[in-house]
């Protein structure tokens, strides 16, 4: 037995087991087969136990592709508890927690079968996957209608109940066949009730669909016409209403739930003068969409009759359902699809799922359409042109030094003292060597001795040489700030008493006045900048200020630094003036403003260039 069977062909073979003329081990095969048609399962169990055995075993399976270890560890796991609940309600179900090869969320569906007076009887364990509770419901009532075939076949069963049960499994089969080849909504509606009523001996069978807070009557049996304002059809509407607000099952007189309102249906019943109302809900998706209301003037409905209806209307709910959106116009197909697929989104179900979709639809419309500022990052430098070298005038010993590196300084402030003591005593000797020579050029005129006098002047004129030099070097032993500026190398405690020899820098002075910006610009990015570009400076020292800049100047010449790559030097000023803090060599990030460009564009721009480059594109 298979799914696709034709209803007809699969009820004759489940009618021939009643009265099976094989063996046992031929039989049980041929029954559990006929279970996973029926049931929609994949996989079905027997589970029997001796007489005087307590412990459920494993007798027959039929589709499992399990060993017989895998077996027994889902039977101690869940299965023994389902298959007790089975033995003492009569049928049982449980969504499994144990994992099992070929199904994501599995459900067993259990239910007990009779075998005769002389044996305990099985419990069938069906398996399928990923199961609503509607289905588990229509597959339960379908077990009750075939619990009994296995007790056909081991014994002498009682006939009437063997035709009732197996002529209310050919009522719904045939009830649905009627339908499946049907095109038009209401021709099925009308179809449905006149066959209702002739099939169950009902005095008047009517079927209402929702429409908005509404239950409107269709179809009417044995009426093809009928006034929607007459008095009979508005009190119908009634029951429609009353059923279908609570969705629930109304049988009057019957048995019903706890709380159920039933007075629209108990004055129909009197007014009428009926035997027996029942109201039952046409569910979809969980969700009733429809009411059929079965009437009787002169018997009550039998128990098999109303377990036949309910079966039943769970199998032509959908149908019907479905029949009455595709026979409409296609205007109206089309809004029904769009109202659902609205109605799916907003909706309470999926939640996470559906502000994921909307938040990454709505993300990837921006990347694809919107815009941002596209900014160059580059490393920046304060910088100046202003800036002075101050050297050692001879060689010597700093005898005093003042200021630190950083130290703001005015013009002819003192820098630094070099020792003048060894100069002051040349000074002294040179000074006694004029005046000796002095003497000797007046002793030789005096004798007469013009040779001699000449001797001593020149080298009187020499000693006068000297003691110019040495006084000029006194002079420059004072070394002083030629103007304002920022001190930027030279630092006391490394110059004092330190030898100093002629020419060596001892200062480097620059004026923070002159101060411009210098950016390093990757090579990749220099053709979007160009001169006028305007951009921003965060400097390390005060990250979170931004001091707005203008490029003035591109150095049209590639440098190379072995961290970075190929830059070029871009030279920028200041839109606002120097503040007092800011010091030559200062370093921060400078981000240079190339214009409006696609996101995509600035998203994909390196990648795309690799391959362009790669692939030659």
């Given at each position: 037995?298979?799914?696709?069977?034709?209803?007809?062909?699969?009820?004759?073979?489940?009618?021939?087991?009643?009265?099976?003329?094989?063996?046992?081990?031929?039989?049980?095969?041929?029954?559990?087969?006929?279970?996973?048609?029926?049931?929609?399962?994949?996989?079905?169990?027997?589970?029997?136990?001796?007489?005087?055995?307590?412990?459920?075993?494993?007798?027959?399976?039929?589709?499992?592709?399990?060993?017989?270890?895998?077996?027994?560890?889902?039977?101690?796991?869940?299965?023994?508890?389902?298959?007790?609940?089975?033995?003492?309600?009569?049928?049982?179900?449980?969504?499994?927690?144990?994992?099992?090869?070929?199904?994501?969320?599995?459900?067993?569906?259990?239910?007990?079968?009779?075998?005769?007076?002389?044996?305990?009887?099985?419990?069938?364990?069906?398996?399928?996957?990923?199961?609503?509770?509607?289905?588990?419901?229509?597959?339960?009532?379908?077990?009750?209608?075939?619990?009994?075939?296995?007790?056909?076949?081991?014994?002498?069963?009682?006939?009437?109940?063997?035709?009732?049960?197996?002529?209310?499994?050919?009522?719904?089969?045939?009830?649905?066949?009627?339908?499946?080849?049907?095109?038009?909504?209401?021709?099925?509606?009308?179809?449905?009730?006149?066959?209702?009523?002739?099939?169950?001996?009902?005095?008047?069978?009517?079927?209402?669909?929702?429409?908005?807070?509404?239950?409107?009557?269709?179809?009417?049996?044995?009426?093809?016409?009928?006034?929607?304002?007459?008095?009979?059809?508005?009190?119908?509407?009634?029951?429609?209403?009353?059923?279908?607000?609570?969705?629930?099952?109304?049988?009057?007189?019957?048995?019903?739930?706890?709380?159920?309102?039933?007075?629209?249906?108990?004055?129909?019943?009197?007014?009428?003068?009926?035997?027996?109302?029942?109201?039952?809900?046409?569910?979809?998706?969980?969700?009733?969409?429809?009411?059929?209301?079965?009437?009787?003037?002169?018997?009550f409905f039998e128990e098999r009759d109303l377990l036949t209806l309910r079966l039943a209307m769970n199998q032509v709910a959908t149908l019907l359902d479905n029949l009455k959106r595709t026979d409409r116009w296609l205007i109206m197909r089309a809004i029904l699809k769009v109202k659902d697929w609205l109605g799916w989104w907003i909706g309470v179900e999926k939640t996470v799922l559906k502000l994921s979709v909307i938040a990454?639809?709505?993300?990837?419309?921006?990347?694809?359409?919107?815009?941002?500022?596209?900014?160059?990052?580059?490393?920046?430098?304060?910088?100046?042109?202003?800036?002075?070298?101050?050297?050692?005038?001879?060689?010597?010993?700093?005898?005093?030094?003042?200021?630190?590196?950083?130290?703001?300084?005015?013009?002819?402030?003192?820098?630094?003292?070099?020792?003048?003591?060894?100069?002051?005593?040349?000074?002294?000797?040179?000074?006694?060597?004029?005046?000796?020579?002095?003497?000797?050029?007046?002793?030789?005129?005096?004798?007469?001795?013009?040779?001699?006098?000449?001797?001593?002047?020149?080298?009187?004129?020499?000693?006068?040489?000297?003691?110019?030099?040495?006084?000029?070097?006194?002079?420059?032993?004072?070394?002083?700030?030629?103007?304002?500026?920022?001190?930027?190398?030279?630092?006391?405690?490394?110059?004092?008493?330190?030898?100093?020899?002629?020419?060596?820098?001892?200062?480097?002075?620059?004026?923070?006045?002159?101060?411009?910006?210098?950016?390093?610009?990757?090579?990749?990015?220099?053709?979007?900048?160009?001169?006028?570009?305007?951009?921003?400076?965060?400097?390390?020292?005060?990250?979170?200020?931004?001091?707005?800049?203008?490029?003035?100047?591109?150095?049209?010449?590639?440098?190379?630094?072995?961290?970075?790559?190929?830059?070029?030097?871009?030279?920028?000023?200041?839109?606002?003036?120097?503040?007092?803090?800011?010091?030559?060599?200062?370093?921060?990030?400078?981000?240079?403003?190339?214009?409006?460009?696609?996101?995509?564009?600035?998203?994909?721009?390196?990648?795309?260039?690799?391959?362009?480059?790669?692939?030659?594109?």
């Amino acid at each position: 037995m298979r799914d696709s069977a034709e209803p007809g062909n699969l009820l004759a073979e489940l009618r021939s087991l009643r009265f099976f003329p094989g063996s046992e081990d031929d039989f049980w095969p041929r029954f559990l087969s006929g279970v996973a048609s029926i049931c929609k399962t994949s996989w079905v169990l027997r589970l029997t136990r001796g007489k005087s055995a307590d412990v459920w075993s494993l007798a027959q399976d039929f589709g499992t592709n399990l060993d017989k270890e895998q077996i027994r560890q889902a039977l101690e796991d869940n299965l023994l508890q389902v298959a007790e609940r089975a033995q003492s309600n009569g049928y049982a179900f449980e969504r499994l927690r144990t994992t099992i090869p070929g199904f994501s969320q599995p459900t067993a569906i259990a239910f007990c079968v009779e075998e005769g007076k002389d044996r305990n009887g099985s419990i069938i364990i069906g398996f399928a996957d990923r199961m609503a509770s509607p289905q588990i419901n229509d597959i339960l009532i379908r077990t009750q209608l075939i619990a009994d075939i296995p007790r056909s076949y081991f014994s002498s069963a009682d006939s009437v109940v063997e035709a009732g049960t197996d002529q209310s499994f050919l009522d719904v089969l045939e009830i649905i066949s009627n339908l499946t080849s049907q095109k038009k909504f209401l021709l099925s509606c009308m179809k449905l009730a006149n066959d209702l009523s002739s099939r169950f001996q009902c005095s008047r069978v009517s079927i209402g669909w929702s429409r908005g807070e509404y239950v409107i009557p269709i179809a009417i049996s044995h009426m093809e016409k009928f006034d929607k304002h007459m008095d009979a059809v508005t009190n119908l509407q009634a029951l429609f209403e009353e059923s279908l607000d609570q969705d629930e099952e109304i049988t009057i007189p019957g048995e019903r739930s706890p709380g159920t309102i039933t007075a629209a249906h108990q004055k129909y019943l009197r007014v009428n003068g009926l035997k027996q109302i029942v109201t039952l809900p046409l569910r979809v998706e969980e969700k009733p969409v429809a009411v059929v209301v079965l009437e009787r003037v002169d018997s009550f409905f039998e128990e098999r009759d109303l377990l036949t209806l309910r079966l039943a209307m769970n199998q032509v709910a959908t149908l019907l359902d479905n029949l009455k959106r595709t026979d409409r116009w296609l205007i109206m197909r089309a809004i029904l699809k769009v109202k659902d697929w609205l109605g799916w989104w907003i909706g309470v179900e999926k939640t996470v799922l559906k502000l994921s979709v909307i938040a990454g639809s709505i993300l990837m419309i921006y990347v694809l359409t919107g815009q941002w500022d596209f900014q160059i990052e580059a490393t920046a430098q304060l910088a100046t042109d202003r800036v002075i070298y101050i050297s050692a005038p001879y060689d010597g010993v700093v005898f005093r030094a003042n200021g630190r590196e950083g130290d703001l300084v005015k013009k002819d402030q003192v820098l630094l003292e070099l020792d003048t003591q060894d100069l002051y005593l040349r000074e002294a000797e040179a000074r006694a060597e004029v005046t000796r020579f002095s003497r000797e050029v007046q002793k030789a005129r005096v004798d007469g001795k013009l040779a001699d006098m000449s001797i001593s002047d020149a080298k009187r004129d020499q000693a006068l040489a000297q003691l110019e030099r040495i006084r000029y070097f006194l002079n420059q032993s004072i070394i002083k700030s030629p103007f304002d500026g920022v001190l930027v190398e030279g630092d006391q405690e490394d110059l004092q008493g330190a030898p100093v020899s002629k020419g060596e820098v001892i200062f480097k002075i620059a004026e923070p006045t002159g101060i411009y910006l210098e950016l390093k610009v990757q090579e990749e990015d220099i053709d979007q900048v160009g001169e006028n570009s305007h951009g921003e400076l965060a400097l390390l020292s005060d990250p979170s200020n931004k001091y707005p800049f203008e490029v003035e100047r591109i150095v049209p010449v590639a440098q190379v630094d072995p961290a970075e790559g190929n830059f070029f030097l871009v030279r920028a000023k200041c839109k606002d003036l120097p503040k007092d803090w800011w010091r030559p060599g200062m370093t921060g990030v400078g981000r240079i403003h190339a214009g409006e460009r696609s996101i995509l564009w600035i998203l994909t721009r390196g990648i795309v260039n690799f391959f362009r480059l790669r692939f030659w594109w």
